[in-house]
């Protein structure tokens, strides 16, 4: 998929969905929840959701943070079992490389990276070509890399793009059309929409807790 092509899966896309994140058509769309943590001996030891939701009879794929711990985000830091709460975007640089790492297995060799212009204001020159993508009411520029370059930054590799992604990655895709990620700044969790092929490919990482979600149904945080 080009810029282009993106734009108008999620233009199509009803306002404050799942889809709207992420596009429609997409065969499987899903919440990855970043962990809470807590803290054992100046370690942080990660604590999924439906944990620290035992109980409370929710449905963690219609469930906001607040639903699964009764504590709001950014206000009540700490609870029952966490010590710290879920990272947002993609400031969790463990989430972020197990991700990508599963998803680029059924990628392309042509990859897009893209970051909010909001959050990152001083986007460093890069080779090739650099589009704005005007979505989710906020611009986001985006680039070009190789599926190469993005495992090398997985592998923790020293790669050209490494500079440009942890914190501040907002959007990728593969080209091919296997899957869309969004990081949004916003939401304690990741969305995706893949093919079923990349979906199972994120459920098989134990260490990632993916629920499914309804495009239609409207964000929560």
């Known amino acids: 998929m080009r810029p282009r092509d993106v734009q108008l899966r999620l233009q199509q896309a009803p306002n404050g969905t799942w889809a709207s994140l992420v596009g429609v058509e997409w065969p ?13 001996g100046g370690t942080q030891v990660p604590v999924p959701w439906r944990t620290v939701a035992k109980d409370r009879g929710v449905t963690l794929a219609k469930s906001s943070w607040y639903d699964v711990s009764g ?16 990272s947002v975007g993609a400031s969790d640089a463990e989430l972020l490389t ?19 212009t909001g959050q990152y204001h001083d986007f460093p020159a890069r080779e090739g ?23 090398e930054h997985v592998r ?10 942890g914190s501040t990655l907002s959007v ?17 969790s ?7 092929e990349a979906a199972m490919l994120l459920k098989a990482d134990a260490q990632l807790e993916v629920v499914e979600v309804d495009p239609l149904d409207h964000v929560i945080a």
């Open 156 to 165: 923790g590799r020293e790669s050209s793009y490494a500079q440009v992604m």
């Open 98 to 116: 197990r991700v990508l790492a599963a998803l680029v297995q059924t990628a392309s060799e042509s990859m897009w990276l893209g970051h909010w």
């Open 172 to 188: 990728a895709w593969d080209e091919l059309g296997s899957w869309f990620i969004n990081f949004d700044i916003d939401l304690p």
């Open 28 to 40: 499987f769309y899903g919440r990855i929840l970043h962990p809470a943590y807590r803290l054992v």
């Open 71 to 86: 504590a709001r985000l950014h206000h009540d830091t700490s609870g029952a079992g966490w010590d710290l709460e879920p």
């Open 129 to 151: 070509e650099q589009v704005l993508l005007g979505a989710f009411k906020r611009e986001y520029r985006v680039f070009p890399v190789t599926r190469s370059g993005v495992l």
């Open 190 to 196: 990741t969305v995706v929409g893949c093919t079923e």
